[in-house]
């Protein structure tokens, strides 16, 4: 259920394209002109594509919500129980003109639950927490980072330190992911919300989008920023040293080639070690037209400092 106002609050289902610049479903200048027209009093139109989800949702919503209650409850251990909670209203961050609708509040009571992480590695729980149910049923993978950002923002607005995304895939799959509150992250929605409100109060538009360029996902929320950070330093510094060590290795072999042509040899042994430096010779080959080669693809792996 929305308990939001398009022209007074930014709604947490939106904030993904805020942050992100585009999600599957809109741009933040999309979601900018939402806001303008509700509040000049234009009616939104409601797409088709946009009522199927809605009236999927809707309809399944139910269903789902008591089947990821169940599921979280089975989990608990003794004297631990999951209690599912209705919300009766959003959760709202006036300051920043931000509110959350929850599919349902969970309440973890009696003690701690540790809940499997479809993506690896389990989050243990308590207390008040966030549930989201998605019905992509096109979609097999984790959830995507906008519904990420979703829950994040539903913790933020609710105060909670914990939430789960209910997913239901292809073939009736339905999984439990579920997020600890990642406070780096919610700095960033924080920011960007703060943005957007200032583009919509002076009627400043976002610059458009270069479909043109691949995505760039910003990872500066992650814990493991600082890990990641090193890593890059040690790539770039062993990516430094393999043309130095390349250019020493060759300066090695025309050594040992000298000692072999002193001593007029192909092979000879020193120590524990077997110098080889033979001549290779080919048979002629007739002149051959290439074959046509089919298209192939691969990816490219670099690191750029960007300034």
Same mark, same amino acid.
């Given at each position: 259920m929305?308990w939001?106002?398009?022209a007074?609050?930014?709604g ?11 999600t ?10 939402? @806001? ?9 139109? %409601? ?13 399944? /919503?139910?269903a ?5 209650? %169940?599921?979280? +409850?089975?989990?608990?251990p ?22 959350a609708?929850? %599919? ?7 003690? /701690? ?11 243990? @729980? ?6 989201e ?6 979609? +097999?993978?984790? &959830?995507r980072a906008?519904q990420?950002?979703q ?6 607005c609710a ?11 292809p073939?009736?799959?339905f ?7 990642? /406070? ?13 409100w200032?583009?919509? +109060?002076?009627?400043q538009?976002? &610059? &458009?989008? %270069? ?6 996902i ?48 192909e ?7 077997k ?8 048979k002629?080959?007739?002149?051959k037209?290439?074959?046509?080669? &089919?298209?192939t /693809? ?10």
């Open positions: 929305k939001s106002n398009d007074d609050e930014l947490a289902s939106k904030v993904g394209a805020i942050v992100m610049g585009e599957p479903f809109q741009t933040n200048e999309a979601v900018r002109q939402i @806001v303008l027209n509700a509040k000049a009093g234009v009616k939104a139109i %409601d797409d088709g594509l946009y009522k199927d989800a809605r009236d999927r949702g809707n309809y399944l /919503e139910p789902l919500t008591e089947w990821a209650s %169940d599921k979280l +409850d089975n989990l608990c003794d004297n631990v129980a999951c209690n599912y909670n209705p919300p009766t209203d959003a959760h709202r961050k006036p300051d920043l003109r931000l509110c609708s929850l %599919d349902g509040i969970l309440e973890v009571v009696g003690g /701690e639950l540790t809940i499997p992480n479809p993506q690896g590695g389990d989050i243990t @729980v308590t207390g008040f927490g966030a549930l149910i998605k019905t992509d049923g096109w979609d +097999d993978g984790p &959830p906008d990420v950002i829950l994040q923002t539903q913790m933020f105060d909670f330190t914990w939430g789960v995304i209910a997913k239901l895939g073939k009736l799959k999984e439990l992911y579920p997020y600890v509150r990642n /406070e780096k992250l919610i700095d960033i929605i924080m920011e960007k919300v703060n943005d957007f200032v583009r919509v +109060d002076l009627d538009p976002y &610059p &458009p989008i %270069d479909n043109g360029k691949p995505d760039t910003p990872l500066d929320h992650l814990e493991t920023k600082d890990d990641v950070i090193q890593i890059i330093t040690d790539y770039n510094k062993c990516k430094a040293e393999e043309k130095s060590w390349k250019l020493q290795k060759e300066k090695c072999q025309e050594a040992l080639e000298l000692v072999l042509d002193q001593v007029d040899a092979y000879a042994t020193i120590g524990n070690y110098i080889s430096h033979p001549i290779v010779k080919r002629a080959q007739p002149e037209i290439i074959p046509a080669k &089919p298209s /693809e691969h990816r490219r792996f670099t690191v750029e400092e960007i300034n």
